[in-house]
């Protein structure tokens, strides 16, 4: 069974641009998480949806968004990006949702410049 | 707020066991989590406890005690490949997001 997914695994913006970025959970998962992680503050959440709806959030400007699709595939997107923004991106999916002992797999990540 | 502990750096030696630690203090606890992650890879799945004792998976052990908000993963045999950071995370209350740590970055020398 293929991993979870992400695209692009590189991205070089400059200040004041947005970015979108994707990820692919595990077939057959619904819950889809994403991360920030950085060295100074290590893995920070950003949101969780399950069934295209955003079950819980991170505490994160409203600058970052995401959604779910029907397929379970998510985006999510940073706009008027700062250069603290520099970050690796981590999503990661479950098979129902994050409760209890339910197992997230991680993606690659997403590694976001902003210069 | 939520606060999970652990130590930034450890360094032991090839073969050697080594000992990891997390501390948390957390307003609820719904199972503890460790994970692995390799310089530049995806964090990959350790462990899960949620009772009291000893989870042991092969090389890999995780303890864990409750009432002390306590949790440690111990590395048998250790191999260079064992370098890398390792996370523990808490789940506070269910469909609630992980509470990750810091991390640990663990170097193994020869």
């Known amino acids: 069974k293929a991993g979870v997914t992400q695209t692009p695994r590189y991205l070089i913006k400059t200040r004041g641009q947005q970015v979108t970025l994707s990820c692919s959970p595990i077939?057959?998962?619904?819950?889809v998480s994403w991360y920030q992680q950085t060295p100074g503050q290590g893995l920070q959440f950003l949101f969780e949806?399950?069934?295209?709806?955003?079950?819980n959030k991170g505490n994160f400007p409203g600058r970052f968004s995401g959604r779910q699709f029907s397929n379970s595939r998510s985006e999510m997107n940073v706009s008027t990006l700062e250069l603290g923004d520099s970050a690796l991106y981590l999503c990661?999916?479950?098979?129902?949702?994050?409760?209890?002992?339910?197992?997230?797999?991680f993606g690659p990540g997403t590694r976001l410049l902003v210069l | 707020g939520q606060n999970i502990d652990q130590p930034t750096e450890m360094t032991a030696t090839e073969g050697a066991i080594v000992q990891i630690n997390c501390t948390y203090q957390t307003s609820g606890f719904n199972g503890l989590f460790w994970y692995q992650q390799h310089a530049g890879e995806a964090p990959t799945f350790l462990s899960y406890n949620v009772l009291d004792g000893l989870e042991e998976k092969g090389r890999f052990s995780s303890f864990l005690s409750r009432s002390k908000g306590y949790s440690y993963l111990l590395l048998k045999e250790l191999q260079m490949k064992d370098s890398a950071s390792y996370l523990c995370?808490?789940?506070?209350?269910?469909?609630?997001?992980?509470?990750f740590g810091k991390g640990t970055r663990l170097s193994v020398i020869a």
């Open positions: 995370a808490v789940r506070v209350a269910g469909n609630t997001p992980l509470v």
């Open positions: 077939s057959g998962h619904r819950s």
């Open positions: 949806y399950f069934s295209e709806t955003q079950r």
């Open positions: 990661a999916s479950s098979l129902q949702s994050s409760a209890g002992g339910e197992t997230q797999y």
